[in-house]
């Protein structure tokens, strides 16, 4: 009797988890698969794709082609620069937020989840009014005299907005940390004449740096893919790699070259978001011992 409920056993995590893998299989893993597949149809301007016929030659035009070169040089540096931003602006903010007491920790945490209720559309919209020639930051530079600035249809613009929209995902796993982190710790380094900036560098930041690192990478991976602020705010001149891939599929109707795109994209984004991973990683735990 102990060997049937011994396979019994080992078979129950399968069963609990089998609705799970098969929504996730039939959600990501099976598009994923049919996107690949479309990627290297053969596509002829007249018919479109061609079933059953499959060719490199979209992959070899991205490799080849230097206006591509420079479509996914300009978005990871914009996806870096606005995580670096974040890292800046979100970590302090998460460390104040949590070192408050309620009420006022319940505000501040309203205020930083608030814009996630707000759709990213109308967020963009927002800021194309804001930074516009007509826009309130031109109106308040040119009370002082300076401007008007073009700063729609930039990539100053793509930028800001990208940091007000990405912000929330680096301050909660930054806050979610330094809620592990034990307050005596922090109250012995200080009892041992540590100053307070040594005391962040050598006790907090250490500790938190797993926030800090899961934060930066959901940011930087939502920017590199995000398509509504770039398609709004950077104009047509203004090509991020999701707004390549929404021209390919709708205004040109090369679907097999707008899958090659975006997977070029996936492979791309996994592969710095893995070494970024394994550099700051091996750096924590070498600060650790």
């Given at each position: ?138 109106g308040l530079l ?90 709004l705010l950077g ?55």
């Amino acid at each position: 009797m102990s060997l049937p409920n011994k396979g019994r056993s080992k078979a129950t995590p399968w069963w609990l988890s089998g609705p799970a893998l098969l929504l996730f299989a039939a959600l990501l893993v099976v598009p994923l698969v049919l996107t690949a597949v479309l990627s290297f149809n053969v596509y002829d301007p007249v018919t479109g794709p061609k079933a059953g016929e499959f060719t490199l030659e979209h992959y070899a035009l991205i490799f080849t082609d230097s206006y591509y070169y420079g479509i996914f040089w300009r978005t990871f540096w914009i996806s870096g620069l606005v995580a670096l931003i974040c890292v800046a602006i979100g970590t302090p903010e998460a460390y104040v937020l949590s070192r408050m007491r309620n009420p006022w920790r319940s505000v501040l945490l309203l205020v930083v989840l608030a814009p996630l209720l707000v759709s990213v559309v109308v967020r963009a919209f927002a800021w194309s009014m804001l930074l516009g020639p007509e826009g309130l930051v031109n109106g308040l530079l040119g009370l002082v005299g300076i401007g008007p600035i073009k700063m729609l249809y930039t990539e100053t613009a793509v930028v800001i907005a990208l940091v007000h929209v990405m912000l929330p995902f680096m301050v909660i796993p930054v806050w979610t940390s330094l809620q592990k982190l034990d307050p005596g710790v922090e109250n012995a380094a200080l009892s041992l004449k540590a100053s307070p900036f040594t005391t962040l560098r050598r006790i907090v930041l250490p500790q938190v740096m797993p926030g800090i690192l899961s934060g930066s990478l959901i940011v930087f991976g939502l920017s590199a893919s995000s398509f509504a602020i770039p398609g709004l705010l950077g104009g047509r001149r203004l090509k991020m790699v999701a707004t390549v891939v929404y021209d390919e599929y709708l205004h040109e109707l090369n679907w097999p070259l707008g899958a090659a795109v975006a997977l070029v994209l996936l492979v791309a984004n996994l592969v710095v978001m893995l070494s970024y991973n394994r550099l700051v990683e091996g750096r924590y735990k070498k600060s650790l011992g």
